[in-house]
């Protein structure tokens, strides 16, 4: 699950959001749309939407849909899960998502360069895993 960095403008005002609607929830018992909206609305006052900026970093990706996408899918291939089944478990309530799409989207993610960029260590360990598992089935199926 991704942590928003309070010590970062962007961080701390999604916490602040968060906060906003944990305490109309907590007061009324339930998420009220109309206070929901309300609260949104004036959340989003206090962002620019004229033009889109450069990240502060080059190397920095933006975040996107897509790589909102690819985040989600690396940080549960990051966590460690005590079974298979556990693991599969927290791909279909987290991304709701077969445990068979799910490995299919993975392996196609950590060939992507964004992939790489946003989280090096855990795409060059899953590709080392994918070499291994393949060098395994090809040397297996030849003898």
């Avoid at 006052?45 to 004229?50: A, T």
């Avoid at 996408?69 to 298979?84: H, N, S």
């Avoid at 927290?90 to 950590?110: C, D, H, M, Q």
Wanted: with cysteine.
């Amino acid at each position: 699950m991704l942590r928003p960095a309070t010590n970062r403008p962007e961080g701390a005002a999604i916490w602040a959001l968060h906060t906003a609607v944990h305490d109309i929830q907590h007061r009324c018992g339930e998420l009220p749309g109309a206070d929901v909206v309300y609260t949104v609305e004036r959340w989003l006052e206090q962002f620019d939407f004229s033009e889109p900026t450069a990240p502060d970093h080059p190397e920095e990706q933006p975040l996107t849909l897509e790589t909102l996408g690819i985040r989600y899918l690396l940080a549960v291939a990051d966590r460690t899960y005590a079974t298979p089944g556990r693991r599969d478990d927290a791909i279909r309530t987290e991304l709701g998502l077969s445990p068979a799409r799910y490995f299919l989207l993975l392996n196609a993610v950590i060939d992507q360069t964004a992939a790489l960029r946003l989280a090096p260590v855990t795409v060059n360990r899953l590709r080392r895993l994918r070499e291994v598992k393949r060098s395994a089935r090809e040397g297996g199926s030849s003898t």
